[in-house]
């Protein structure tokens, strides 16, 4: 089973940068694809009726495209050109899901209220 997070993410991205492990990297990257396609399906179907999940479905739109976008250029042997994508990708994957905090958003939440 597969679990999207962040190392899962670079562990694919690291395969891809050897050509001997490319093809597992990139099959790595379809498959978070398509459960993210999944995901992207079912919080788009039960948005009427179960509140407001747009910002979720924003994000996991916004996720797939990238994958989309990427997938075609690493099968081609652009590394350069995906590379933006996934860069942008992991940062969706760590920060929008909340996997990894900036260490001032921490600081914030930790220290005492100024009044």
């Given at each position: 089973m597969l679990i999207i997070s962040i190392e899962?993410?670079?562990?694919?991205?690291?395969?891809?940068?050897?050509?001997?492990?490319?093809?597992?990297?990139?099959?790595?990257?379809?498959?978070?694809?398509?459960?993210?396609?999944?995901?992207?399906?079912?919080?788009e179907a039960i948005a009427p009726c179960c509140g407001?999940?747009?910002?979720?479905?924003c994000q996991l739109n916004e996720e797939t495209t990238l994958l989309e976008k990427s997938l075609p250029m690493l099968e081609n042997g652009d590394l350069a050109g995906a590379a933006p994508l996934l860069d942008r990708l992991s940062q969706l994957v760590s920060f929008g899901m909340g996997q990894r905090e900036t260490p001032d958003l921490i600081q914030r939440l930790i220290s005492p209220r100024q009044v």
């Open positions: 899962t993410l670079e562990e694919a991205r690291k395969k891809l940068a050897d050509p001997a492990t490319r093809q597992e990297g990139i099959d790595i990257l379809r498959k978070i694809l398509e459960i993210k396609q999944a995901h992207l399906w079912r919080s407001n999940l747009g910002g979720f479905a």
